[in-house]
């Protein structure tokens, strides 16, 4: 979704100020002071990640516009350069070589007389079907949407149309094209969040786009001429929400292709507010179906990621479906205590269909490379919990960014919950365990700090356990307000952000009563690596 003005300085030292830019009484956002400590110094750098994207300065949502080019990942992001909370929507933009570290550029895309600049897609016109490149020098493409707010406010259905721009510098400059926009409102309120594929067996450019409750996909053989072909998920999914920032690519398991069709809802997330759900079936070119007509699946079943979609134009050598989410939550995200700049992304995240006891579903694992950030390994030993098992001494960890690798035998005869405590001198923790009782994954941050900024903030967490064996795996990346738990093999996931007053630099096993089987692991202390 998305949904900002005219100033960002980009951490490479570039102040871009463009004139022209208005904004409506209703628009215009107010940024929200900082605390002060005991001695009147600002703490407004406080619960910024070391190792998360964050923007530079000042308000972030949705990610966007993501393609791999020339050996770069390109991220756009939801921003607003003039407050710490939503306004006039421009697209944030940053490039990586590894998805770890990020280079800040300056704006891509500003509003202009059409409208803001809300959530879109892009990609590498390689064959220069669109006729804005050559041969020697084919264009970036991007899709956005084009969100008008007069003619929101005038109460019209038709103020969200569909605008392409394209970039012959490698994304580093961006020219929109003179007949925006491509593709016209058919009277919807909610029509937004186009998403672009070459699809190879119709020689067509596919676009999925989000339409109330359900998504419109068209085709075009140049991107700028689009042809509607068919409606889904009228009733198929949750619709608890309106529908945003959809996904639609194809993926191998058990020897044959599927199509999977990624979906941002808000509200209607399985633990409240946003999330994104997703499903699994078969696109011909015009149509998808869904294998699972009955079942809503998430990709995520914490409350803070939202509106992931994923890399265009990766490789095949490379092989993989990169993906990464906003690490926040719709219900909160404009009341979050922090200051200086406004909300992350979850890591890169590669995708994969696994076969389980369900049916297919969606894995999710950590990139590799975010293997570059460990700065300490430590062994875990295998040993019998009781209570407690502190494994920042065992590890000798005493930073707020941490990975550990925890495997557990499933305990046979009893209903204890287990799991790992987050904690601070403060006595503030975070647990991240599982109840085998109830054979679910939660995540509990009701002691994690500050937690009164918004109502509902504290809630209890919970997923489903998809794997049926009698180990179970642990996969956690914490940093320094937030945890990411990537579960039996990620084929369960949960996100969660969190403010504690002090960082969590302590960790711990823990079982509520009886005695826990740990099979041992691995810990890893975590650096920042410079941008």
């Known amino acids: 979704m998305s949904k900002l003005s005219s100033f960002v300085c980009a951490s490479v030292g570039l102040c871009v100020l463009m004139a022209g830019c208005q904004t409506s009484s209703q628009e215009n956002a107010t940024a929200t002071a900082g605390p002060s400590t005991a001695s009147g110094q600002d703490t407004l750098e406080q619960h910024r990640p070391l190792y998360h994207f964050t923007p530079p300065e000042q308000w972030m949502n949705d990610p966007n516009g ?46 202009d007389s059409i ?14 079907t669109s006729g ?32 392409i721009a394209y970039s012959l510098d490698k994304g580093r400059t961006w020219e929109k094209y003179a007949n925006n926009p491509v593709v016209n409102n058919p009277g919807l309120r909610d029509f937004r969040d186009p998403n672009l594929f070459w699809h190879e067996p119709t020689q067509r450019w596919v676009l999925i786009l989000a339409a109330g409750d359900r998504v419109r996909l068209y085709n075009s053989p140049d991107l700028k001429a689009w042809t509607f072909l068919s409606e889904f998920g009228e009733k198929n999914g949750d619709h608890g929400g309106v529908w945003e920032c959809p996904d639609l690519f194809p993926m191998m398991v058990n020897g044959q292709q599927k199509w999977v069709m990624l979906l941002s809802i808000n509200p209607g997330g399985p633990n409240g507010g946003s999330a994104t759900q997703y499903f699994v079936g078969n696109f011909d070119g015009k149509k998808f179906t869904t294998d699972y007509p009955n079942d809503t699946l998430w990709i995520d079943y914490g409350p803070d990621d939202y509106a992931g979609v994923t890399w265009s134009n990766v490789p095949e050598s490379d092989g993989r479906r990169l993906f990464i989410g906003w690490m926040s939550n719709w219900d909160y995200a404009k009341e979050v205590p922090t200051y200086a700049w406004r909300s992350a992304m979850t890591v890169a995240r590669t995708l994969s269909l ?3 006891d369900a049916g297919v579903r969606l894995a999710s694992r950590p990139v590799q490379e975010l293997e570059q950030l460990r700065n300490g390994s430590y062994t875990l030993s295998a040993a019998t919990v009781r209570d407690s098992l502190d494994l920042s001494h065992q590890a000798n960890l005493q930073s707020p960014a941490m990975e550990f690798k925890l495997s557990f035998d499933l305990p046979k005869t009893t209903a204890s919950d287990f799991g790992v405590r987050l904690f601070n001198d403060l006595g503030e923790e975070v647990r991240i365990g599982y109840e085998p009782q109830a054979k679910q994954w939660y995540i509990d941050r009701s002691r994690s700090g500050k937690t009164d900024f918004k109502e509902g903030f504290v809630r209890r967490i919970t997923a489903p ?10 996969h956690l990346y914490v ?14 996931v949960m996100t969660s952000i969190f403010f504690p007053n002090e960082d969590f630099t302590h960790a711990a096993l823990f079982t509520e009563r009886d005695s826990l089987h740990f099979n041992g692991g691995e810990a890893f202390s975590l650096t920042q690596k410079p941008l």
């Open 66 to 111: 993501m393609v791999f080019y020339d050996g770069e990942y390109h991220l756009f992001y939801q921003h607003y350069p003039d407050s710490n909370v939503w306004g006039p929507m421009h697209w944030g933009h940053a490039v990586s070589r590894n998805l770890v570290t990020w280079e800040h550029l300056p704006i891509a895309l500003y509003p």
């Open 354 to 356: 696994v076969q389980t």
């Open 115 to 128: 409208g803001m600049i809300f959530s879109g897609s892009s990609v590498a016109d390689v064959d220069n």
């Open 132 to 163: 804005f490149g050559s041969a020697d020098n084919p264009p970036l493409v991007a899709m956005f949407t084009y969100h008008n707010a007069e003619g929101e406010r005038a109460r019209r259905n038709d103020y969200q149309t569909q605008g």
């Open 479 to 492: 940093d320094v307000a937030s945890v990411e738990l990537f579960a039996d093999d990620g084929t369960t």
């Open 465 to 474: 356990r998809l794997a049926e064996s009698d180990t179970l795996t642990m």
